[in-house]
DNA sequence: CTGTTTTATCTTCCTTGGAATATTATTCTG
DNA sequence: CAGAATAATATTCCAAGGAAGATAAAACAG
């Protein structure tokens, strides 16, 4: 029973703490926050729609919304009328949004590499990755 | 350089969603968000000044004296002053916060179990806490 | 013992994202 | 096509937690 709870703690704690170390480590060499790095790389494949956005995101639609808000005033996206469907807007990277993500992507997984690597061989961070990928599957078809 | 991003984000995802699910059953059976049970948990064995619960919480110590105050004004929590430092008090469970503590452990434990098991069988479980834990004492020694 | 430094906590301001609602456009029914 | 139902997004209000600064108590230097 108490196992379980443990089992998530630890879970979330090592998510909470990755998440710190690497958005510390984007703002300082990019002044890119991590929640912004990842709203640009959900855009790296072309445009979305907010909702989409909002569902690749694991955020709701509203907070999608807000997201898209706060980096289209900064530059980093921009929001173009749907063609298909004027209630909907595709959201998609601008030039500066584009090079911010090519940028930080090094950083992000030279970061990340620096954490995990010592810690976990290959084969590991591999079988790790598939026990979350199964995970996710179970949760949302994803 | 991608995989690298695709993990983390991955394990983030992952984590966004346990927690929902969790926490949506805590809030629909005993209207206590997750966040809540988790302070609760923190103190399970006894009594924590402020900065040990934000230390075990991974959240910063103003966050935690922040969650103390709503905690107290719920019921659930007490400060007591710390016998050996005025400066400090120690949080503590009142007989309310014990006994939503005990009530919600065995919810917590059936949902995660409810989501986790179908998806993986015990050693896969076992497995991946293992992963998780190195990965924590590399983070923190934790 | 007095002044400085450190420690533990609290407080204020700010950002983020969720929930609920509003708004506008689309689709469907008859 | 008119009206109802649905869908996509935006907006408002609220709770949570981080960062930085403010207190208050302790520890330490002399």
């Not at 790095?37 to 909702?51: E, I, K, N, S, Y």
């Not at 999608?64 to 980096?71: E, H, L, N, Q």
Request: hydrophobic share 45%.
């Amino acid at each position: 029973m108490s196992e379980r709870i443990t089992w998530l703690n630890d879970l979330i704690r090592l998510e909470i703490l990755l998440w710190e170390r690497v958005d510390a480590r984007l703002r300082a060499a990019h002044d890119l926050p991590l929640a912004r790095f990842q709203t640009l790389h959900a855009l790296a494949d072309g445009p979305l729609r907010v909702g989409d956005l909002a569902q690749r995101m694991s955020i709701t639609v509203g907070g999608a919304s807000k997201v898209t808000d706060r980096m289209v005033t900064l530059g980093l996206l921009a929001r173009e009328p749907d063609p298909t469907d004027r209630r909907a807007s595709r959201v998609t990277l601008t030039a500066a949004g584009r090079s911010a993500l090519d940028a930080a992507t090094g950083t992000y997984a030279a970061c990340l590499a620096e954490i995990v690597d010592p810690a976990l061989p290959a084969a590991d961070r591999q079988r790790m990755h598939e026990l979350v990928r199964r995970l996710l599957t179970a949760l949302d078809g994803g």
